[in-house]
């Protein structure tokens, strides 16, 4: 199958936008966020010394810097909750405790799939990006005590000029119909970027609820939101969703 309209992809090239292509869609990629984790990991040492119940962990770039620096523990050791698939499979395989629900999509998911009675009164550390949202700490604050420690940083990225000259084009004449978000930081850099050249018939979709809410507090026509933090699930499932209208 090929629709002739382009699918706008804001993120590195991976599994969505390969499984895309496998679906038969012509795909356009730009990455304009980058995560990068500190170089100074010694809050994250210092707090992992201390007698935490449970560790919270909601991304990619968080679970790799807490695999490199979890050790073993034989006494007190925390249960990692973990939201996404690839998160969990970072750390399947460390010295700990893990709890993972795969149904749960977002942070306020997770939190109510294991039903907040779970966190009553305890210590618990929330692994994060400098801009990941504030949900785990604000549903638990007066449940339990939740510490946090920024392990990333997620920047701005410096994208190819000749490819936003390209992409401006293609939205200004209608041939990028689909714009394809995964975090509300993405959004936010789109905007930035495109705004200008966004037309009224450019749909968009998200993967979770929390970026689908960015999309629309952008006033973006928000067409698909992928019921699975996975981006195989997103791309087969918003490939569908085009291909039956």
């Given at each position: 199958?090929n629709?002739?309209?382009?699918?706008?992809?804001?993120?590195?090239?991976?599994?969505?936008?390969?499984?895309?292509?496998?679906?038969?869609?012509?795909?356009?990629?730009?990455?304009?966020?980058?995560?990068?984790?500190?170089?100074?990991?010694?809050e994250?040492?210092?707090?992992?010394?201390?007698?935490?119940?449970?560790?919270?962990?909601?991304?990619?770039?968080?679970?790799?810097?807490?695999?490199?620096?979890?050790?073993?523990?034989?006494?007190?050791?925390?249960?990692?909750?973990?939201?996404?698939?690839?998160s969990?499979?970072?750390?399947?395989?460390?010295?700990?405790?893990?709890?993972?629900?795969?149904d749960?999509?977002?942070?306020?998911?997770?939190?109510?799939?294991?039903?907040?009675?779970?966190?009553?009164?305890?210590?618990?550390?929330y692994?994060?990006?400098?801009?990941?949202m504030?949900?785990?700490?604000?549903?638990?604050?007066?449940?339990?005590?939740?510490?946090?420690?920024?392990?990333?940083e997620t920047?701005?990225a410096?994208?190819?000029k000749?490819?936003?000259?390209n992409?401006?084009?293609g939205l200004a004449?209608?041939?990028?119909?689909?714009?394809?978000?995964f975090?509300?930081?993405?959004?936010?850099?789109?905007?930035?970027?495109?705004?200008?050249?966004?037309?009224?018939?450019?749909?968009?979709?998200?993967?979770?609820?929390?970026?689908?809410?960015?999309?629309?507090?952008?006033?973006?026509?928000?067409?698909?939101?992928?019921e699975?933090?996975?981006?195989?699930?997103?791309?087969?499932?918003?490939?569908?969703?085009?291909s039956?209208?």
């Amino acid at each position: 199958m090929n629709t002739g309209a382009s699918v706008l992809v804001i993120r590195k090239p991976g599994t969505f936008d390969a499984e895309m292509r496998a679906a038969g869609f012509e795909v356009e990629i730009i990455e304009l966020i980058v995560s990068k984790p500190l170089a100074d990991q010694s809050e994250l040492k210092q707090r992992l010394q201390d007698e935490y119940d449970g560790i919270f962990v909601t991304s990619r770039v968080a679970a790799g810097v807490l695999a490199e620096h979890l050790v073993p523990r034989t006494r007190n050791t925390p249960t990692i909750y973990i939201l996404g698939r690839r998160s969990f499979k970072i750390l399947e395989n460390s010295p700990a405790k893990l709890a993972y629900r795969p149904d749960a999509n977002a942070a306020d998911e997770m939190i109510s799939a294991f039903g907040a009675e779970e966190f009553e009164g305890k210590r618990l550390l929330y692994v994060r990006g400098n801009r990941s949202m504030n949900t785990i700490p604000e549903r638990l604050s007066r449940r339990a005590t939740v510490d946090q420690v920024i392990v990333y940083e997620t920047l701005e990225a410096e994208p190819d000029k000749n490819g936003v000259a390209n992409i401006k084009e293609g939205l200004a004449s209608g041939k990028v119909q689909w714009v394809c978000f995964f975090s509300p930081s993405g959004v936010e850099a789109f905007v930035d970027h495109f705004a200008a050249d966004v037309g009224k018939g450019l749909k968009a979709a998200a993967i979770g609820v929390t970026t689908a809410e960015s999309v629309r507090n952008a006033g973006m026509n928000l067409e698909f939101v992928s019921e699975r933090a996975d981006s195989r699930e997103f791309a087969r499932d918003l490939a569908d969703h085009i291909s039956n209208g």
